[in-house]
C-alpha cells in the first residue's frame, strides 16, 4: 500500500499538460455547445429506453385489463351455457323420457337433434349417460369421443366439471352437462357438445394489435386450446403444446372460471421489434438534427401521450366490441338470445309495475330450407339479413327483434295495450305488418369475384306465433306459449297469426 502510494505522487506534475492548454483555449459558446451536445444527447438516450419502457408497460397494462374482461365473458358464456343446458333438459324432459324407453327410435332422436338445433345454433352433438356415466345409446358415428365419456364418468363421482377442448376426428369441440334431478324419473346426465367458434369470436374482436389472445389449458404441459382462428384443429400446428419460448411472451394471463383454460396473451416480437426499430430511427433523426432537438422532443411526448391515450381507447373500443358480439347475432346484428331474455324479464317487470301487457311474437320463416338446399348457404344468410332488415322497418322504435337461432326470430311489444289483454288492435296491426313485408319477393343479389352476379328471387312467407303477458306471467311460459302459437299457425296450413290458440 505505501509503495502504491509513493507512485501516485511521483506522477503528479504541477505543469499545466497540453491538453489541459487545448481546453482552455475553446470559447465559451464552444463549451456550452459541447456541454449542451452531452446533455441532449444523455437526455435523448433516457427518454428512449423511458418510452421502450412505457410503450412495455401499456402494453402490458392493455393485456391485463382486456385479459381480465375476456375471461369474465367467457367465465359467463360458460355459465350460462350450463344454465340454458339445464333448461333445455327441463323443457324437454318427456320428450327425453320418451327417446330412453326406446333408444332405437330415430324419430325420436331426431326430434331432440331438431329441438337442440333450435335452442342452440352451434349444438354439435348429444349423448345421455345414466347416473355413473355410461351412455345409454350408442354413438355409432363417433361424435362422443373417449374423452367426453371419461369427463362424464368423473362428473357422476365429484359432481365437478370444468370446461376443456375435446379432439375429434370431426370437431374440436367442448361439452356442457345437465343433470335430470326430477324425482318421478330414473336420474341421468345431458351431455351436450358446441364448437368453440362463439369463444374464437370474443378471441378474435379482443384481440389488440400487436397481441394474440389464446385460451391455454392451466396444467403440464400447457396446450393450446383455442385461438381467434377457432379451435386447435383449425390452426395448423403439428404440436400444441406451448414452447418455453412461447410461454416467455405472455405479457398476462388470467384464469377462467368454470374451466380449465387460462386466458393468455402473447406478444408478437415482430411488433415490438418494429416499434423499437422505428423508436431509433426517430431519435437518429433527432441527433443529426441536433437544431430542431428541443422541439422534436417535445413532439415526441406529445406522441406518446397520444399513443397512451389512443390504446386507452382503443382498450374501451374492444370491451365494447367483446360485449357487443356477447350479445348480438353475428350475421343478422340483431340482439341474440342472451340479450333478448335480459330484455323480456325487464318487459314483465315493467309490465307488473305499470299493469300495461305486452306480446310476444314467434316467427319462423316458411319455405326457407328449400333456399339452402337449392342455392346454398350463402344465399339462405343474405336472405336471413333481408329478413331482418324488413324486421325492424316494420315495428315500432320501443319494440326489439331478435334471432332465436336458425330460421326462427322473436319480437317483443311493449304496451300493446293499456289495461284489456283481449282487445289487439296494435298486435293485429303490427303482425299483419310483419307478415306482408316478410311475403314480398326476395331479389338476392350472390357478389362472384370470378364471374358475374348471380341474382336469386325467392318467396317465403312467414308463421306467426303471439302471446300476450303482464306482470303475472313467467319467462317461461311465455315463450311457450308463443311458441305454440307459431306452430299452431304452422299446422294451419303456414303465412297466418294465431294468438294464444285462438286465430287474430
Same mark, same amino acid.
Given at each position: 500500500?505505501?509503495?502504491?502510494?509513493?507512485?501516485?505522487?511521483?506522477?503528479?506534475?504541477?505543469?499545466?499538460?497540453?491538453?489541459?492548454?487545448?481546453?482552455?483555449?475553446?470559447?465559451?459558446?464552444?463549451?456550452?455547445?459541447?456541454?449542451?451536445?452531452?446533455?441532449?444527447?444523455?437526455?435523448?438516450?433516457?427518454?428512449?429506453?423511458?418510452?421502450?419502457?412505457?410503450?412495455?408497460?401499456?402494453?402490458?397494462?392493455?393485456?391485463?385489463?382486456?385479459?381480465?374482461?375476456?375471461?369474465?365473458?367467457?367465465?359467463?358464456? @360458460?355459465?350460462?351455457?350450463?344454465?340454458?343446458?339445464?333448461?333445455?333438459?327441463?323443457?324437454?324432459?318427456?320428450?327425453?323420457?320418451?327417446?330412453?324407453?326406446?333408444?332405437?327410435?330415430?324419430?325420436?332422436?331426431?326430434?331432440? $337433434?331438431?329441438?337442440?338445433?333450435?335452442?342452440?345454433?352451434?349444438?354439435?352433438? =348429444?349423448?345421455?349417460?345414466?347416473? $355413473?356415466?355410461?351412455?345409454?345409446?350408442?354413438?355409432?358415428?363417433?361424435?362422443? &369421443?373417449?374423452?367426453?365419456?371419461?369427463?362424464?364418468?368423473?362428473?357422476?363421482?365429484?359432481?365437478?366439471?370444468?370446461?376443456?377442448?375435446?379432439?375429434?376426428?370431426?370437431?374440436?369441440?367442448?361439452?356442457?352437462?345437465?343433470?335430470?334431478?326430477?324425482?318421478?324419473?330414473?336420474?341421468?346426465?345431458?351431455?351436450?357438445?358446441?364448437?368453440?367458434?362463439?369463444?374464437?369470436?370474443?378471441?378474435?374482436?379482443?384481440?389488440?394489435?400487436?397481441?394474440?389472445?389464446?385460451?391455454?389449458?392451466?396444467?403440464?404441459?400447457?396446450?393450446?386450446?383455442?385461438?381467434?382462428?377457432?379451435?386447435?384443429?383449425?390452426?395448423?400446428?403439428?404440436?400444441?403444446?406451448?414452447?418455453?419460448?412461447?410461454?416467455?411472451?405472455?405479457?398476462?394471463?388470467?384464469?377462467?372460471?368454470?374451466?380449465?383454460?387460462?386466458?393468455?396473451?402473447?406478444?408478437?416480437?415482430?411488433?415490438?421489434?418494429?416499434?423499437?426499430?422505428?423508436?431509433?430511427?426517430? =431519435?437518429?433523426?433527432?441527433?443529426?438534427?441536433? &437544431?430542431?432537438?428541443?422541439?422534436?422532443?417535445?413532439? @415526441?411526448?406529445?406522441?406518446?401521450?397520444?399513443?397512451?391515450?389512443?390504446?386507452?381507447?382503443?382498450?374501451?373500443?374492444?370491451?365494447?366490441?367483446?360485449?357487443?358480439?356477447?350479445?348480438?347475432?353475428?350475421?343478422?346484428?340483431?340482439?341474440?338470445?342472451?340479450?333478448?331474455?335480459?330484455?323480456?324479464?325487464?318487459?314483465?317487470?315493467?309490465?307488473?309495475?305499470?299493469?300495461?301487457?305486452?306480446?310476444? @311474437?314467434?316467427?319462423?320463416?316458411?319455405?326457407?330450407?328449400?333456399?339452402?338446399?337449392?342455392?346454398?348457404?350463402?344465399?339462405?344468410? @343474405?336472405?336471413?339479413?333481408?329478413?331482418?332488415?324488413?324486421?325492424?322497418?316494420?315495428?315500432?322504435?320501443?319494440?326489439?327483434?331478435?334471432?332465436?337461432?336458425?330460421?326462427?326470430?322473436?319480437?317483443?311489444?311493449?304496451?300493446?295495450?293499456?289495461?284489456?289483454?283481449?282487445?289487439?288492435?296494435?298486435?293485429?296491426?303490427?303482425?299483419?305488418?310483419?307478415?306482408?313485408?316478410?311475403?314480398?319477393?326476395?331479389?338476392?343479389?350472390?357478389?362472384?369475384?370470378?364471374?358475374?352476379?348471380?341474382?336469386?328471387?325467392?318467396?317465403?312467407?312467414?308463421?306467426?306465433?303471439?302471446?300476450? =303477458?303482464?306482470?303475472?306471467?313467467?319467462?317461461?311460459?311465455?315463450?311457450?306459449?308463443?311458441?305454440?302459437?307459431?306452430?299452431?299457425?304452422?299446422?294451419?296450413?303456414?303465412? $297466418?297469426?294465431?294468438?294464444?290458440?285462438?286465430?287474430?
Amino acid at each position: 500500500m505505501n509503495n502504491s502510494l509513493n507512485l501516485t505522487k511521483k506522477t503528479v506534475k504541477p505543469a499545466v499538460s497540453p491538453k489541459t492548454l487545448r481546453f482552455k483555449n475553446f470559447s465559451i459558446s464552444q463549451l456550452i455547445l459541447i456541454s449542451l451536445s452531452a446533455l441532449i444527447f444523455s437526455v435523448l438516450i433516457l427518454i428512449y429506453f423511458d418510452r421502450i419502457s412505457s410503450f412495455e408497460h401499456t402494453q402490458k397494462a392493455i393485456a391485463g385489463a382486456s385479459g381480465s374482461e375476456v375471461a369474465n365473458q367467457i367465465s359467463f358464456i @360458460l355459465k350460462e351455457r350450463q344454465r340454458h343446458v339445464q333448461l333445455f333438459l327441463e323443457d324437454n324432459r318427456s320428450l327425453i323420457q320418451e327417446f330412453l324407453v326406446d333408444t332405437e327410435n330415430d324419430s325420436k332422436f331426431e326430434d331432440i $337433434q331438431h329441438s337442440l338445433r333450435r335452442t342452440f345454433p352451434d349444438y354439435f352433438a =348429444f349423448t345421455i349417460t345414466d347416473n $355413473q356415466g355410461v351412455p345409454l345409446f350408442v354413438d355409432f358415428e363417433g361424435y362422443v &369421443g373417449d374423452m367426453c365419456v371419461m369427463d362424464i364418468k368423473t362428473y357422476s363421482k365429484t359432481k365437478n366439471y370444468t370446461a376443456r377442448i375435446h379432439p375429434n376426428s370431426y370437431k374440436f369441440h367442448y361439452d356442457v352437462i345437465a343433470v335430470s334431478s326430477n324425482e318421478e324419473d330414473k336420474p341421468y346426465f345431458l351431455m351436450v357438445t358446441f364448437e368453440p367458434d362463439e369463444l374464437a369470436n370474443i378471441l378474435k374482436v379482443a384481440q389488440y394489435p400487436g397481441h394474440e389472445l389464446m385460451l391455454i389449458t392451466d396444467n403440464q404441459p400447457q396446450l393450446m386450446e383455442v385461438t381467434a382462428k377457432g379451435g386447435r384443429d383449425k390452426t395448423p400446428r403439428d404440436d400444441y403444446r406451448l414452447t418455453a419460448d412461447e410461454l416467455g411472451k405472455i405479457l398476462a394471463s388470467h384464469p377462467i372460471q368454470h374451466s380449465s383454460w387460462i386466458i393468455a396473451d402473447f406478444q408478437q416480437p415482430d411488433f415490438f421489434a418494429e416499434y423499437r426499430k422505428s423508436t431509433m430511427v426517430y =431519435f437518429g433523426s433527432f441527433l443529426l438534427l441536433f &437544431g430542431l432537438v428541443i422541439a422534436t422532443s417535445f413532439k @415526441l411526448l406529445r406522441k406518446e401521450e397520444h399513443l397512451r391515450h389512443s390504446a386507452e381507447l382503443g382498450r374501451e373500443k374492444l370491451l365494447t366490441e367483446v360485449s357487443k358480439a356477447a350479445l348480438y347475432d353475428s350475421l343478422t346484428k340483431l340482439p341474440n338470445r342472451y340479450l333478448f331474455d335480459d330484455q323480456l324479464k325487464q318487459a314483465i317487470a315493467v309490465s307488473k309495475r305499470t299493469k300495461c301487457y305486452g306480446t310476444i @311474437l314467434f316467427l319462423d320463416l316458411d319455405n326457407f330450407k328449400p333456399v339452402n338446399d337449392t342455392y346454398g348457404h350463402v344465399v339462405g344468410d @343474405l336472405l336471413l339479413v333481408e329478413a331482418a332488415k324488413r324486421l325492424i322497418s316494420s315495428v315500432r322504435d320501443t319494440d326489439t327483434v331478435s334471432r332465436f337461432g336458425g330460421d326462427e326470430f322473436v319480437v317483443l311489444l311493449n304496451n300493446t295495450n293499456i289495461y284489456d289483454a283481449t282487445s289487439k288492435p296494435q298486435v293485429e296491426i303490427i303482425a299483419q305488418r310483419i307478415r306482408s313485408s316478410l311475403s314480398e319477393i326476395y331479389v338476392l343479389t350472390v357478389e362472384n369475384e370470378a364471374k358475374e352476379d348471380t341474382t336469386v328471387k325467392h318467396h317465403c312467407t312467414v308463421s306467426i306465433g303471439a302471446a300476450s =303477458f303482464n306482470g303475472d306471467d313467467s319467462y317461461n311460459d311465455i315463450l311457450k306459449r308463443a311458441d305454440a302459437a307459431m306452430y299452431k299457425s304452422k299446422h294451419q296450413g303456414r303465412n $297466418q297469426i294465431w294468438f294464444d290458440n285462438a286465430e287474430v
